[in-house]
């Protein structure tokens, strides 16, 4: 639909939004002070960081966390494993380091 090779449709985006929202209102009934966080895959795609903000809207511990500033330091070969497309290890230490950041400090 965007023309990203990873595009869904509109109507995938709905049925995720449902399906985040309902993982999240489970997960705030097992544990009323649990917190969600949402991160995308592809955290350089302006879509989908808007599509998972707007999902993150729906509650009051339901967050998106934001991981392209984390990685502007990496090139989009550093990013990727090159057989597979998963992220490299440099972006899941980006993407720990940018959770640590995240957390609240404790007093």
């Known amino acids: 639909p965007d023309g990203s090779p990873h595009a869904i449709t509109p109507e995938q985006w709905q049925r995720t939004t449902l399906f985040m929202h309902d993982i999240y209102r489970n997960l705030v009934e097992t544990n009323p002070e649990a917190t969600m966080l949402l991160m995308a895959a592809s955290p350089e795609d302006i879509s989908v960081k808007e599509r998972l903000s707007a999902i993150a809207e729906g509650g009051d511990r339901l967050y998106y966390l934001d991981l392209e500033p984390h ?9 990727r494993m090159p057989w597979d497309g998963h992220w490299s290890p440099a972006v899941h230490s980006a993407a720990a380091r940018a959770i640590l950041e995240w957390l609240p400090t404790p007093e």
Do not use: Q
């Open 71 to 79: 990685l502007a330091h990496l090139s989009a070969d550093d990013r």
